[in-house]
Structure formats: C-alpha cells, structure tokens
C-alpha cells in the first residue's frame, strides 16, 4: 500500500440521453403463465428438480412471499428484538420495523466500521499508510458524522421499500438457491452485479455532469476533496437524496435478474463497509478494484474514476485514471 497526492479540483460537464422502456402483459395472459407455471413448478420439482426445473426457474423463478416475510421477521427480532424491550417495537407495523430495523443495523455498522478502520489506520498504523500530514482532523469526521446521521434515516428508506415490494412478490427475488441451484444462483448473481455496477457508475457520473444535481445533491459530499479531510467517515457523508439516487440501481436490479433476497440484503450492507474503504486514502493495488487510491482521485479531480466496486466501467467509457500513473507524475 502507498499513499496518493493528487492535483487541485477540476470540473467538467457533460450530457447523456435516457431511454425509459415501458412493458406491460395482458392480466389473462399473465394468470395462465402463472397457472401453468405453477403446476410445471411441482411437477420438475418432484420428477427431476436438476434438470428442466432449474433451466425454467432460472428464467421464471417461483414466488414464495411468506418465506420472505417470515425472513423479515426473523431479521426484526434479531436485532430489534436483542436491542430494544418487546413493548416498544412488537405492535409497530410489520414495515416500521423492518425501517426500525435498518435504521439501527445501518448505524451500528457505520460507527463500528468507520471506528475500527480510524483506529487502525490512525492510531495503530500512524505514519505507515497515511502521513501525519494526511490524517483527518477530529473537526473534519465530526462533520462528517454529522451529514451522515442527518441522511440515515432516509437511506434506510431505500432497502425498506425493496423489502416491501419483494414481501409482495413484486420482484424477480427467491428465497432459497435451491430454487434454482447453484450454478444459476452464480450467474445471476453476475448479472445483479454488473447492472449495479452500470447504474452506480452512470448515476454517479451524472450527478457531476448534470449542474443542479452536483450543486444542489453532490457537492455536499465533495467538500471532502483532500487527504485530510477524507475519512472513512466521509462514505454515507452525501445528501440523502444523493445517497439513495446511487444505491437505486440495487433495487432496479431485483425487478431484471432472479435475485436471492438474503444475497440482496447483505450487498446493501457490505456497501457501508466497501464506502468506508475507499475514503481512506489508501491504494490497495488490487486490480480491477475501485479502491481507496481510484476513489481518491475522483476526490480532487471531479471527473475520474466514477466506478464503484471495480475499474471496468470507467475504462469503457474513458473515465479512467490510475493511482500509479498519477504518483509517478507527482515524483
């Protein structure tokens, strides 16, 4: 690992068409697929469940809402359940608590990440990764708790809702991947992959591009544009709407690729672990990772480096700058 110096901010603007496509399906049409559906379900599940049954559930997978519900709930108790008395959550509708829930997940995870990593790199590891010059004062991560928790609660309204419409079999979600198997869970995780990493890096990018987004949503988060005044902290430091705009692409996924719903919410989770990581300023030199040395640069350029888990979108599209080319300028 090593660190990174970059150049001052720079702004460039650009734009984009967006095509929205709308499909619909006849009501008696859609009731006779699924009529027929369901019997062709039962029957490959009981003949030869590793055959035909996987091909078909791959492309059509089965609704099950109340595993789903049964899973929320399981989730609500964990963590509601060990945090807070019954009395104060058990007669909230089943959706409050599953908002409740988030709330308190989220949080607890942000604090602890963001902590443990500060610690580490800070303290544990002063001087090795990030020059005393380079640490964050105390003032810069207050501040940028403080933007953070003023989002919370409206980000969490995000993952609230996908577990309303999946609760409702308004998604392509399944419970279980023996569903579908393995070799199809796989594959469709892929797919889910790539379209977040499509959507995050052209939502991203757009709210440069397009000015009353980047002055009214995005610049909150870009007064962090230097090595010591990003943090880990400075991951969820966006304005709430900003927030929710880039995590979109997660839920829009749900309704295009057979998704396992479990799989689905721990994503959204890693995703406060992963911001955390890449604002700290350190270059992890894993390629093809969007880590903290890409991201760093995006910080103090304004027009690179767009991607959120790996480098491919941006060198697709010509967004591309890496960390070592720019060091070796710098020296």
């Known amino acids: 690992m090593q660190n990174i110096l970059y150049n001052k901010p720079a702004a460039e603007s650009q734009k984009t068409q967006h095509n929205n496509i709308n499909t619909s399906c006849p009501l008696a049409f859609t009731y006779i697929a699924y009529l027929s559906y369901s019997q062709l379900h039962t029957h490959f599940k009981k003949k030869n469940p590793s055959s035909l049954a996987g091909i078909f559930l791959f492309f059509f997978p089965m609704d099950d809402t109340n595993l789903f519900v049964k899973e929320t709930s399981f989730y609500n108790q964990i963590v509601l359940g060990s945090l807070l008395p019954e009395n104060m959550w058990a007669p909230l509708p089943h959706v409050v608590q599953g908002w409740l829930r988030i709330y308190i997940a989220a949080t607890l995870l942000y604090f602890v990440s963001g902590a443990a990593w500060c610690f580490y790199i800070y303290h544990l590891k002063r001087n090795v990764y990030v020059p005393k010059d380079a640490i964050p004062s105390r003032k810069a991560m207050y501040l940028q708790i403080y933007v953070a928790m003023k989002a919370m609660p409206w980000y969490c309204a995000l993952p609230t809702i996908s577990e309303y419409m ?7 979600c399944y419970a279980q991947i023996s569903d579908i198997g393995w070799a199809s869970y796989i594959w469709n995780l892929g797919l889910y992959l790539v379209i977040v990493e499509f959507g995050i890096y052209w939502m991203h990018r757009e709210l440069h591009d397009i000015k009353p987004l980047y002055k009214y949503l995005h610049a909150t988060h870009h007064i962090y544009n230097k090595q010591n005044t990003l943090s880990p902290f400075a991951g969820l430091a966006f304005h709430p709407l900003d927030g929710i705009l880039q995590a979109v692409p997660h839920l829009i996924a749900l309704f295009l690729v057979p998704t396992h719903f479990t799989t689905h919410i721990v994503l959204l989770f890693l995703e406060a672990i992963w911001t955390a990581n890449i604002h700290d300023c350190i270059h992890g ?15 103090t350029t304004y027009r690179h480096n767009y991607g959120h888990y790996t480098v491919w979108m941006d060198w697709m599209f010509g967004t591309l700058r890496d960390p070592l080319e720019e060091e070796a300028k710098n020296i």
């Open 166 to 172: 999946v609760e409702h079999g308004w998604t392509r």
């Open 285 to 299: 030199k894993l390629w093809p990772v969007m880590g903290a040395g890409y991201h760093t640069i995006h910080h």
